[in-house]
């Protein structure tokens, strides 16, 4: 709780501080709207890598499963004439398909999650820009319900304000997914899986099935955010959309305190963390800061993140040893 407080804090005076050194233009409501769109369209596949980490693993093919899913519905729907619910469920069919594969192939085969997914990775870039031959994919000016997914808002009745149709879509998939990692004792299993994954299997805990279910939840997570981002943008650029947001996903869960041993992090961190990651880059754009520091920001915040989370543990670990010396 003391983590999650420190956090909210910092995000706090982000904003503030961003705020007065962009001339107050932070907090206009134009870009309010777009800074909540951007945090909870970042904060859907967060949480799917954040789920992975938890239980001790790597997922590095989130931004290409993102660029691959987003160009599927969109070449399905404007191409082909499919509608957006069936384009959609085949693009949840194939994300089913990549995460029982990712999970196969580290639980089956004891292959390391990081070569796996970097390998998948690659695979779906190529895959995406071989579809259309490296052609940039959208919707034009049609299906505008559809389209609403991504970059509509609900309006809040008897006021001028409105929530972006993401972050209400964000509140659903984090209340579930709070709801299994903290209640169900299925998510108590990933803690274990991530803390000890021998342990956990000695006591009777379905080891591969729990490491193939969180695989299998980041990429349906990573589907649902290709399709907004596809419906946001309406324009699908097989080479660069989705690049990097695997960085950006890992990034926002390891600042939310999501531990990179696994084990460790809430639902709530990592919106949190993705929260400062957003603002940190609405920041560099808005100071006037060179937008090229922002892979510098990214990597800064992972070596802090894996720096304090190794830290941390190294200290617990000699609180226990001195501890029974102490007692004799």
């Known amino acids: 709780m003391k983590k999650i407080t420190g956090m909210i804090l910092l995000l706090v005076v982000l904003c503030i501080a961003i705020d007065y050194f962009s ?17 909870a369209l970042l904060s859907i596949f967060a949480i799917g890598e954040g789920i992975v980490i938890l239980s001790g693993g790597i997922d590095l093919s989130v931004g290409s499963v993102i660029a691959f899913t987003g160009l599927i519905v969109s070449l399905l729907i404007s191409v082909h004439g499919v509608s957006p619910t069936l384009a959609s469920l085949a693009v949840f069919g194939t994300c089913i398909i990549i995460g029982l594969v990712h999970g196969a192939l580290v639980t089956k085969l004891r292959l390391q999650p990081f070569i796996v997914t970097l390998c998948t990775m690659l695979i779906f870039r190529g895959l995406a820009r071989r579809l259309t031959e490296d052609a940039t994919m959208g ?44 209640y169900t004792v299925y998510g108590r299993y990933l803690y274990a899986i991530g803390r000890n994954p021998d342990a956990a299997r ?18 349906v997570l990573a ?9 946001y943008t309406n324009s699908v650029q097989p080479a660069t959309t989705g690049q990097a947001y695997e960085l950006y996903a890992i990034a926002a869960a390891v600042l939310g305190g999501v531990s990179m041993r696994g084990g460790e992090g809430t639902v709530l961190g990592i919106i949190i963390g993705a929260s400062i990651m957003r603002v940190m880059n609405n920041g560099i754009i808005l100071v006037g800061i060179s937008p090229f520091w922002e892979f510098a920001v990214i990597g800064t915040v992972i070596l802090i993140g894996v720096v304090t989370d190794a830290t941390v543990k190294q200290r617990m670990a000699k609180r226990a040893v001195k501890q029974p010396i102490a007692r004799g």
């Open 23 to 39: 001339g107050h233009r932070f907090a206009k409501p134009v870009n309010l709207e777009n800074l909540t769109r951007q945090i």
């Open 223 to 231: 589907g649902l955010a290709g399709i907004l981002y596809a419906t």
């Open 139 to 182: 919707f034009g000016n049609r299906f505008l319900s559809f389209r609403a997914l991504g970059d509509g808002a609900a309006s809040i009745p008897g006021t001028e304000l409105s929530i972006p149709i993401p972050v209400i879509v964000l509140v659903v998939v984090a209340i579930i997914a709070h709801f299994f990692m903290r």
């Open 202 to 219: 000695y006591s009777g805990v379905k080891v591969d099935r729990m490491q193939t279910a969180s695989y299998l939840a980041c990429a």
